[in-house]
């Protein structure tokens, strides 16, 4: 019988604990301790043919508290001159629909341009349709 495992391969809050396997799937995300336990379990496991595999020490299990987001996002005005400059005199190059910073935050972060951005994203899209 083959049973899907409940887990991601980006963290998300639901899912902050953590195996890493570089041999394996990389990183992989779970929702308990306890199942990622039992991954890593079996991950540790695999390592075993004749003798232990040093590579074995490079599964490590822990628990995310955060990530890289972004911050401070700045839409593209919709007008710059022809040098790319706006209105503030800050320079946009074409092929940018924004400026961000991104800094580490709480892994439940969601930065609030972020949806001023999809929904530009969105209206560029049908735009360009």
């Keep these: 019988m083959n049973t899907k495992i409940d887990k991601k391969y ?3 809050p639901d899912y ?4 890493y396997n570089p041999e394996g799937n990389g990183f992989e995300y779970f929702r308990t301790k306890e199942l990622r336990d039992e991954c890593a379990y079996d991950e ?3 390592y075993l043919d004749d003798g232990w595999d040093e590579q074995v020490t490079n599964v490590v299990i822990g628990e995310i508290t955060g990530q890289a987001s972004m911050i401070d996002v700045e ?4 007008t710059t001159d022809e040098e790319g400059i706006d209105g503030e005199g800050s320079y946009w190059p074409d092929n940018c629909e924004y ?3 991104y800094k580490v935050m709480p892994l439940d972060f969601s930065c609030p ?13 049908k735009y360009n349709e």
Excluded at 75 to 78: L, N
Aim: charged share 30%; proline share 10%; hydrophobic share 25%.
């Design 16 to 19: 902050p604990y953590f195996l």
């Design 99 to 101: 400026k961000c910073d």
């Design 10 to 12: 980006n963290p998300e």
């Design 44 to 46: 540790v496991q695999a």
């Design 75 to 78: 839409i593209k005005p919709e």
């Design 113 to 125: 341009s972020t949806k001023q951005l999809e929904t530009y994203n969105e209206s560029l899209r």
